[in-house]
């Protein structure tokens, strides 16, 4: 039998899985126009049943099964658990607090106990969800499973932190750095995850800003090490000289967006702001994906199932 691309340029064929929350004219094999893909709906249906019985697949999440055609193998019962960080929360780590008028500052601001002792080298840090369950899994489903697509997803909710940042930029708008990843990590995964999630971002144009990538601004000079089991005091001692900046005129006098998955303990971005800071940038924020809260805080939320609405075009954009 013919190969379904045979004849095609290989660049239009694509791999697909199967999902509970998608269309056909997300999946790459759409009609060309919005009529004709409704007048396929039936024949869709038909075929989404058909491919599911011969081709089964499951939910890389949950395991539950997937019955029609997408890109990215999680199905919208996963998409739609990933909740937004809401409330009880720092106003520059974004670290979680027991109460919202614990450690105000001068601006009524409440801070955490880290940021009240010493300020970071970043002026905010901004994440969209917490890094358990769904999201979590998402962001390791990409990391450590090479499942690409899932950057899209990511990308989409790494905008809602920055628009959340964009009230502060000044003008000329940011430029966009990905925290690297050590040459000998990067050729064992194939890619950057924060690059690529940051590169989606940007493309969906958060905030309606033209924010720009700039590669090969800073570098990862050595390996580190975990960190979750080290002290405050360890994970400085670890990052310290961890990071290069490989063009400082591309840093001087310019505002830094600095972009990683995950905001665990901090260090890593701080580590990166300082070196910023060194080297010139006059104001740097970080955007991430996910962030690590204190277990002990009682003052922080994920969005509630009120908010379900802004939720669903996170889990329908899942699948472009």
């Known amino acids: ?30 009609a060309g ?45 996963c998409l739609s658990s990933v909740r937004r960080i809401a409330g009880g929360l720092c106003s520059i780590c974004g ?9 105000l500052d001068g601006q009524g601001e409440s801070l955490c106990g880290v940021c009240r002792g010493l300020k970071p080298a970043y002026v905010q840090a901004a994440s969209y969800g917490s890094y358990e369950g769904g999201l979590r899994e998402l962001i390791d489903l990409l990391k450590y499973e090479g499942v690409r697509p899932a950057a ?12 959340r940042l964009a009230p502060e930029f000044g003008e000329p708008p940011p430029r966009v750095i990905p925290v ?20 989606a971002a940007l493309r969906m144009k958060p905030a309606a800003l033209d924010l720009r990538l700039a590669d090969g601004v800073l570098k990862r000079t050595r390996a580190t090490l975990s960190e979750r089991r080290l002290s405050r005091a360890q994970r400085r ?7 290069a900046i490989e063009k400082p005129v591309e840093v001087a006098g310019q505002q830094i967006l600095l972009i990683d998955d995950v905001f665990a303990t901090g260090t890593t971005v701080s580590e990166c702001a300082r070196l910023l800071r060194r080297a010139g940038a006059t104001r740097i924020w ?14 922080a939320r994920v969005a509630s199932h009120k908010d379900e609405d802004e939720l669903v075009p996170l889990a329908r954009a899942a699948h472009v």
């Open 1 to 30: 039998m013919r190969p379904a691309c045979a004849g095609r340029r290989r660049s239009r064929c694509r791999r697909v899985v199967f999902s509970s929350s998608t269309d056909l004219e997300r999946t790459g094999f759409t």
């Open 33 to 77: 126009s919005r009529v004709e893909a409704a007048g396929l709906s039936g024949l869709t249906g038909a075929a989404e049943s058909l491919f599911a019985t011969l081709f089964p697949a499951d939910c890389r999440l949950c395991g539950a099964p997937l019955i029609r055609i997408s890109r990215l193998p999680v199905c919208q019962d």
């Open 95 to 103: 670290e979680a607090i027991f109460s919202p008028y614990a450690g």
């Open 152 to 163: 899209h997803i990511l990308g989409r909710m790494l905008g809602e932190a920055i628009t």
């Open 180 to 199: 690297p990843l050590h040459l000998r990590k990067f050729d064992e995964r194939g890619f950057n995850q924060s690059q690529l999630i940051a590169q």
């Open 237 to 243: 001692e670890n990052m310290r000289g961890a990071f």
């Open 286 to 299: 970080v955007a991430t994906v996910a962030r690590t809260l204190s277990g002990e805080a009682s003052g």
